[in-house]
């Protein structure tokens, strides 16, 4: 997440500023699809904090893991009574 702050002289810093550019208002995703993709990508973001805590580069699993979870949560609060939401890069 602080990939765009920490390496500011580098095209990852111009693919950052273009997400905010290019539909700042989001992408067009139905709630059931969208708690599908977090259902799936959850273990697998249990495992890279696994590995990350066993190499130390990670201080606070629980806030780290918070912030995905933030992020998550913003696009599923953003859905429609008819399930229709925006999801924004995070």
């Not at 810093?13 to 977090?38: D, T």
Request: glycine share 4%; proline share 3%; net charge positive.
């Amino acid at each position: 997440m602080k990939l765009c702050v920490q390496r500011p002289n580098t095209i990852i810093a111009s693919l950052c500023s273009k997400r905010f550019v290019i539909n700042p208002e989001g992408y067009p995703v139905k709630r059931r699809e969208y708690q599908e993709l977090v259902d799936m990508v959850r273990a697998d973001t249990e495992q890279l904090l696994d590995l990350l805590e066993k190499h130390g580069l990670v201080e606070d699993r629980k806030a780290w893991l918070g912030r995905w979870e933030e992020v998550w949560q913003r696009t599923l609060d953003s859905c429609d009574r008819r399930g229709h939401c925006m999801m924004v890069l995070s």
